[in-house]
């Protein structure tokens, strides 16, 4: 899948409505092969986007956990050093 979408649920704070509207629109963009859709494409592409935040919302509303809400600097941080292993950099 597109790395690009981040996993968004069991954070605190809770995701916001932006970030799930651009893991919609990552989604859709990866499914549709356009970064940007003509003219012709437009009202329904955005519909998508609409349609899947819409529903992702839900999910992670929904969703059920026991584990403890992970920290986003904490994440990012994991995430830095990994990518800094895979590239063959040292992590600022």
């Not at 919609?24 to 437009?42: C, D, H, I, M, T």
């Amino acid at each position: 899948m597109c790395r690009n979408i981040r996993t968004l649920y069991n954070f605190d704070p809770p995701a916001t409505d932006d970030e799930v509207t651009a893991s919609a629109l990552q989604f859709v963009r990866k499914l549709s092969g356009f970064q940007k859709p003509s003219k012709a494409n437009e009202q329904v592409f955005n519909w998508a986007v609409h349609e899947i935040a819409h529903i992702a919302q839900h999910l992670l509303e929904d969703l059920e956990t026991n584990a403890p809400p992970r920290n986003r600097e904490v994440e990012a941080a994991k995430a830095k050093a990994k990518a800094a292993v895979r590239y063959g950099r040292v992590p600022a």
